[in-house]
């Protein structure tokens, strides 16, 4: 884990807030940002999480002066938001990213090229190498009215990434990739920390931000509920151990408690959730019954525990499965 | 594969063969009436801002469609729809000097070839005359038409000589005016009128103007006949039987019109006429 | 200026590869047709016919294009948010708007300068001459082009896509209809003066644009007149084109 720096932050969001108009009529109003401040020291990895109408891609918009706030403000880089110089060394994919079915991708990154002021060259072989990064190469020349989501989804991160940003905001960069592609955008990240840039992303695929993020900040409902190191909002105590047996059915589970807490099949497998201090009556159980125990895993508190136990059940008008 | 196929091409063929079946039943023309009972020319104009010289372009179109599409000498013509269709045609374009000289040219003519109205005819060459000031030509064929067709030497000559002041316009129509003045009604000022017709003119006009030039040659080859069968009668103190006799007598003239159909000849009265046969009839021919 | 040119190059690329330019095909059919079948059937006013019907042509389908890409332009993008990456890269709103307008006033350019060409090929190949006056008529339609684009821009960013089309479509239309708006005093009795003038004055008055009939017939068209003809474009498209920077400045891409 870096320390973190005193030098200026990359962001410094300072009480933004940002409210709605529900319909036509100018009275009621749906407050989606309610004063909401952060700093996200340089070199970071910084999640932004949390469930659909959480406000995420809210604050990067405004970030990004795609929408005005109704108040507060924030400094990017150095510069106000909004700023043209901040852009210079910014990068952006947003959520579900639509470019120009009429280009390719090699096309795409050059106009992106032209509007950083790059020359033809530099634009030329920056495309070759972000195309070869996110694995697009052989589809480089093809129109993306073709491509599919994944497929776009890569061209976004690459699109992001023309300038080398100091300043990569990131909005759902896992979502439509399979599984070597999600691997492909971790590593990007891990490699773009490496190289000293900042990463700000907001997602709500928990397991990503364990393994990426530095720091996180968690909404809910346009507010900060959690802000902090992972280290520093989970617990890492191991309370839990996974219990993988095999020879036992459901029923027989009954019999083996109070130590298991709960349990799950996987197959004609099971899957108990047995405290640390029963786990070895649990193990001589299930030997007694005629089981197998295959393996044992800690289990220390996960985000999603986290986010299950510290925000209960969905507020009206929350989802938690869809991005936000 | 192939019944879709097969079942387009027999629709296909349907259409055309159920617009005939329209068109015999409720003519072929009616859409043009029908418009022309709903919209004036103003109003066709006031609809179209910015494209009314296409429009009156293909007025102008509809109006030599609708005429051609009738045969020369044909018996149930309509004219109902000529002055209307260049009416249109001119108030959306007062500057289309071809409609006004083939309107009035076809309006003037005698039934069947034309509507029979030539008041209607020459009020289009005025108003023509009133929008293309500096055109000659129209201003030429105004006094040409009240001289054939209005029998106005006077006015005929007037005009004429209007004509003759305006800048580019050829000498011959001083002497035309003069011509037109002193020899009213005679068949050698009928053929200058309608020998500069011809030779300025396109198309149907040109053709037009041919067939009375043809007139005028036929009918002076009828006085030389009719002289001849004159001299025949007094000679032998009887009439010929048919025109050969009078070419077995001698006589060297043709006894066909120019265009080919032979001279009719009554022996009643003795005298040889066009043949009603002839595309070159007319009643009441001049 | 080198992003407006990048957008501008971008939008034109658009154009070309969504197919905008086929309308150019239809225009040669017409113009073929219309060389080989005209002459008998109108008496020999082709060549006036085939100049009557390019430069209608050019109008009609210059201004189809004008307002019905010039509406999706920018709306098109703030719907499908293909905008989004782009703003976040150091364009500004303004010269976003400024390219996308000179994207289509190239492709424009390109279509009516290919339609002209088009029609001189015509008349040549008719042995009709090529009369440089048209010209002058072909350079009018195309300051109406970029007036109607410029409507249509504006009216996209402060509605959606659709009211866009039809208000625009309106606009074009009472545009051309001036002599009716010139009499609504008569129409609308209790219409007072200064509303009549207001009317007349911001409705853009496409009559000036209209030279057709002058160049067809001859008629002198001086340069000082064409001048002032450009002036005004210029003025009323400028007038527009800022309103709409200010638009889109204000404009939340949720």
Redesign the interface.
């Known amino acids: 884990m870096l320390p973190v720096t005193e030098a200026a932050p990359a962001l410094d969001i300072r009480g933004l807030s940002k409210s709605y108009r529900i319909g036509h009529l100018r009275g009621k109003r749906r407050p989606a940002l309610r004063d909401l401040t952060l700093r996200v020291p340089r070199g970071a990895v910084f999640g932004c999480l949390g469930p659909n109408g959480s406000g995420k891609s809210t604050t990067l918009k405004l970030l990004l002066g795609l929408i005005f706030p109704d108040s507060g403000d924030a400094v990017i880089l150095g510069h106000p938001m909004g700023a043209r110089a901040a852009r210079q060394s910014l990068g952006y994919l947003p959520e579900n990213p639509y470019f120009y079915d009429y280009l390719t991708p090699r096309e795409y990154l050059d106009y992106a090229g032209r509007l950083f002021g790059l020359s033809p060259g530099a634009r030329r072989d920056r495309a070759r190498e972000l195309l070869d990064l996110v694995g697009i190469t052989p589809a480089a020349d093809v129109q993306m009215r073709r491509f599919s989501k994944g497929m776009l989804q890569r061209l976004g991160l690459a699109q992001a990434l023309v300038n080398r940003p100091e300043l990569v905001f990131l909005d759902e960069p896992m979502s439509g990739l399979d599984p070597l592609g999600r691997r492909s955008v971790r590593e990007i990240i891990l490699k773009l920390k490496a190289e000293g840039s900042t990463v700000f992303f907001s997602t709500h695929i928990l397991p990503d931000a364990e393994t990426l993020c530095d720091e996180v900040a968690v909404l809910r409902g346009g507010s900060v509920v959690a802000k902090g190191r992972l280290d520093q909002i989970l617990t890492l105590d191991v309370s839990h151990m996974e219990v993988l047996v095999s020879g036992l059915a459901p029923p027989d589970v009954s019999g083996l408690a109070p130590g298991v807490e709960t349990f799950r099949s996987m197959g004609e497998r099971l899957v108990l959730h047995v405290p640390e201090k029963q786990l070895g009556g649990v193990v001589v159980a299930v030997e007694q019954r005629g089981g197998r125990v295959l393996s044992v895993q800690p289990v220390r508190q996960s985000l999603e525990d986290f986010f299950v136990a510290e925000m209960g059940q969905p507020a009206k008008g929350e989802a938690w499965t869809a991005g936000a | 594969m192939r019944a879709p196929a097969l079942l387009a091409m027999l629709l296909a063929a349907a259409v055309p063969w159920t617009q005939a079946r329209i068109d015999a039943r409720l003519g072929r023309h009616r859409a043009q009436e029908e418009v022309l009972y709903l919209w004036s020319g103003e109003q066709v104009r006031?609809l179209v801002?910015?494209?009314?010289?296409?429009l009156a372009?293909v007025y102008?179109?509809r109006t030599?469609?609708y005429f051609g599409g009738q045969r020369v000498y044909a018996a149930n013509k309509r004219f109902d729809l000529l002055l209307p269709l260049v009416d249109i045609t001119v108030t959306l374009?007062p500057?289309?000097q071809?409609a006004y000289r083939?309107g009035a040219t076809f309006l003037a003519e005698t039934y069947p070839i034309g509507a029979g109205q030539p008041q209607a005819a020459v009020k289009l060459l005025e108003r023509g005359v009133r929008n293309l000031p500096h055109d000659w030509r129209l201003r030429q064929d105004l006094g040409l038409f009240h001289y054939y067709f209005l029998d106005d030497p006077q006015r005929a000559s007037q005009i004429l000589l209007e004509a003759a002041q305006i800048p580019g316009s050829p000498p011959f129509l001083a002497t035309l005016a003069a011509q037109v003045l002193m020899k009213g009604g005679d068949r050698t000022t009928s053929r200058q009128v309608w020998r500069r017709i011809y030779e300025q003119g396109?198309?149907?006009?040109k053709n037009n103007a041919a067939i009375h030039l043809a007139q005028l040659d036929a009918l002076d080859a009828l006085d030389a006949v009719n002289a001849a069968i004159l001299a025949h009668e007094r000679g032998t103190g009887v009439r010929p039987a048919t025109l050969d006799d009078i070419r077995a007598a001698g006589y060297r003239g043709p006894l066909v019109d120019p265009v080919g159909v032979p001279f009719a000849y009554d022996r009643s009265e003795g005298r040889a006429t066009l043949a009603p046969s002839s595309s070159l009839w007319r009643p009441n021919l001049k | 200026m080198r992003r407006v040119a990048a957008v501008a190059h971008n939008t034109f690329r658009e154009s070309v590869r969504e197919r905008v330019l086929y309308n150019l095909l239809f225009f040669a059919v017409i113009m073929t047709v219309s060389g080989l079948l005209l002459g008998e059937l109108s008496i020999r006013q082709d060549a006036k016919i085939i100049k009557d019907l390019g430069l209608a042509a050019m109008d009609l389908f210059g201004t189809l294009i004008a307002l019905f890409v010039g509406v999706g332009l920018v709306s098109k993008e703030i719907e499908r948010r293909s905008l989004h990456p782009l703003l976040a890269k150091p364009v500004s709103r303004d010269e976003f708007l400024v390219g996308k307008f000179a994207g289509l006033g190239f492709t424009l350019l390109v279509n009516v300068g290919l339609m002209t060409a088009g029609l001189y090929a015509t008349l040549l190949a008719l042995r009709r001459g090529a009369d440089p006056a048209l010209l002058k008529a072909v350079f009018a339609i195309y300051l109406a082009l970029l007036v109607t684009v410029a409507l249509a821009l504006l009216l996209s960013i402060v509605t959606s896509t659709a009211v866009a089309s039809v208000s625009t479509l309106c606009l074009v239309i009472a545009g051309r209809y001036s002599d009716v708006i010139l009499n609504l005093g008569d129409v609308v009795p209790g219409m007072p003066a200064w509303a009549l003038r207001a009317f007349m004055i911001l409705i853009p008055n496409f009559r000036n644009f209209d030279l057709k009939d002058r160049v067809v017939y001859g008629d002198p068209v001086s340069f000082g007149d064409l001048g002032w003809i450009t002036a005004y474009a210029a003025a009323y498209t400028g007038t527009v084109i800022t309103l709409a920077v200010i638009a889109f400045r204000r404009r939340e891409l949720t």
């Open positions: 006031r801002p910015g494209f009314e010289d296409l372009d102008w179109l030599v469609q374009d500057r289309l071809i083939y396109e198309g149907p006009m």
